[in-house]
């Protein structure tokens, strides 16, 4: 089961492309629209309102009435815009999200293809869709736009290390990166149970990496007004709603597949197809609950709390966990040594952010504009400490 | 022509597009898109050579890290204003290094005696590979991720002087 490669099967190998491509485009398509009424609809009910009713029976055809009106929507370019970037910005965000889907088994034998490095591939496609952020920001020709292209990529590229290192934590009990083996370990129990740690470091860092509240600075319609998407209109930017979802289905799928058991915990793996597919995405839809729940209770954090939360907190945890779990699975102890350890991070964790939240708020630090006027030196430090300690 | 030739030579053509776009592009940011696109047909070599691990550390490495850090450069300094020059004073001397080079790559090709077909491919698995880098060659491997830090400690530290002044 290794990836179709070089010998390469039949003449069929171009059909068997087409038809994936088309499978995975339809199924995205129908669960976005599905997963933007449910949001809708969960965060109605969460803010005591109905939500979308109008359209079809308690709204449910609200999605399909907004996609068909996207699309007639005009599509506009600002006349500065850089032209071919800004085109292709949306495809450059849209295409790693989708080509990720290749790689995730949904049953033992429902899959468009079983990778032996499914795990690493899914993190290695998905990390390239910063670029279109970056290049959207960059190409709209909009100081906003770029302030949150920036913001985007520098927030994408830090929480990708704690992501990969919750997932490398992951990996390290199952003994392997091919994601139907990690499932198939998980026969009796699901590793969320042996790495609680992981798990944490890892919503923590999805929820960052689909740019959702509490950590959706690069959109911030208070700070930078949409950020990347703001001079995009109608059929493009409706691409980037649609990717932002099929991400959101995708991380909730892996979560599911890598931590929850996928479709083995706890039936087993000879339950039949269709109960297989049930439980995975049971545990999808737990984790994408979970996800709209988080939107609608926190308040958005500013971007450097954004920057020191990954890498004072989550980056050192996860190395802690990583630590933990070579020192168990070296020595072979027994795998509740690796409850005991990877629990007792989390309660640090806990502690970590508990202690965060009683402290008084740090005060941001103005740096003076570089060349700049010398008046606003005198803003910060005196001149001497500064050029004191840095010599 | 079966179809491992027929993806080769598609992807041979993106990467020697990538490549030509790299050098011709008159923006500095269109030249980095087309040495991602150069970097990705890259990968997709490996995956036809079946070495999917090495395509995917190319995906990772060179298509996220470096490729953020080329289009971070580029945006945020001021090499857009840069005039926009196609031939600059020295182009007699490149053309005379890079026609050397490319005789000197192009005869390599010509003379080497390529082996026709290769018959049987070894799949090297990762797990022999990763035992290989960090039990036998763990030390080279500490050293080069020593270098590394050591590097990062010296742009922090040189970016930190920067802003003192």
Not at chain 1, 71 to 81: F, H, Q, V, Y
Not at chain 1, 168 to 183: D, P, R
Not at chain 2, 127 to 133: K, M, P, T
């Amino acid at each position: 089961m290794s990836m179709p490669s070089a010998g390469i099967n039949i003449e069929n190998a171009w059909l068997d492309a087409f038809v994936g491509v088309i499978v995975i485009v339809g199924l995205m398509t129908v669960v976005v629209m599905a997963l933007i009424y449910i949001e809708r609809k969960v965060a109605a009910r969460m803010q005591n309102r109905l939500g979308p009713m109008r359209v079809g029976p308690h709204g449910t055809l609200q999605s399909l009435a907004d996609a068909l009106k996207l699309i007639g929507k005009e599509d506009l370019r600002p006349a500065t815009a850089d032209r071919w970037i800004f085109e292709l910005a949306p495809f450059a965000v849209f295409v790693p999200t989708f080509l990720a889907f290749i790689a995730i088994p949904f049953t033992q034998n429902l899959a468009i293809s079983f990778l032996d490095l499914g795990l690493f591939y899914v993190v290695a496609v998905t990390g390239l869709s910063f670029l279109g952020f970056l290049l959207a920001g960059w190409a709209s020709d909009n100081k906003y736009a770029l302030l949150g292209g920036m913001r985007a990529a520098a927030q994408l590229i830090s929480y990708e290390v704690p992501l990969v290192l919750s997932l490398l934590a992951v990996s390290m009990v199952a003994g392997s990166l091919a994601l139907h083996e990690i499932v198939e370990f998980q026969g009796r129990v699901p590793l969320v149970v042996w790495q609680p740690l992981a798990f944490f470091i890892f919503i923590a860092a999805v929820l960052a990496e689909l740019e959702r509240q509490p950590f959706d600075i690069p959109t911030a319609e208070s700070e930078v007004v949409g950020g990347p998407f703001i001079e995009y209109s109608g059929i493009r930017w409706s691409m980037f709603f649609l990717a932002s979802y099929a991400s959101l289905f995708i991380y909730s799928l892996l979560g599911a597949i890598v931590f929850l058991g996928g479709w083995n915990w706890p039936l087993g793996a000879e339950a039949g197809l269709w109960l297989q597919l049930i439980w995975t995405f049971a545990k999808t839809s737990l984790l994408i609950l979970l996800f709209i729940w988080i939107r609608f209770s926190f308040p958005r954090l500013r971007i450097d709390q954004l920057m020191s939360y990954c890498w004072k907190v989550l980056i050192p945890l996860s190395f802690l966990q990583i630590f933990l779990n070579g020192l168990v699975l070296v020595y072979g102890w027994p795998h509740i040594f690796l409850l005991l350890t990877s629990g007792a991070g989390l309660a640090l964790a806990g502690y970590i952010i508990a202690r965060v939240g009683q402290t008084e708020p740090r005060k941001v630090r103005l740096i003076p504009v570089r060349g700049g006027r010398k008046a606003t030196a005198s803003l910060t430090a005196p001149e001497g400490a500064e050029g004191g300690s840095s010599a | 022509m079966t179809v491992a030739q027929g993806v080769f030579y598609l992807i041979a053509a993106l990467a020697v597009t990538g490549g030509l776009g790299v050098v011709l592009m008159r923006s500095a940011v269109h030249a980095a898109l087309f040495l991602i696109l150069a970097m990705l047909a890259v990968a997709g070599l490996y995956i036809l050579l079946a070495s999917e691990f090495l395509a995917l550390v190319q995906v990772l490495i060179y298509g996220g890290a470096v490729t953020v850090l080329l289009i971070f450069a580029l945006m945020l300094t001021r090499a857009s204003d840069l005039p926009e020059t196609m031939v600059g004073s020295q182009w007699p001397l490149a053309a005379v290094v890079s026609s050397l080079l490319g005789g000197l790559l192009i005869a390599a090709v010509a003379t080497s005696n390529w082996p026709g077909d290769v018959g049987e491919t070894t799949l090297v698995p990762f797990e022999v590979l990763g035992d290989a880098l960090f039990r036998r060659w763990a030390v080279p491997f500490e050293i080069a991720s020593l270098v590394l830090l050591v590097a990062l400690v010296g742009a922090i530290v040189l970016s930190h002087q920067d802003e003192g002044e």
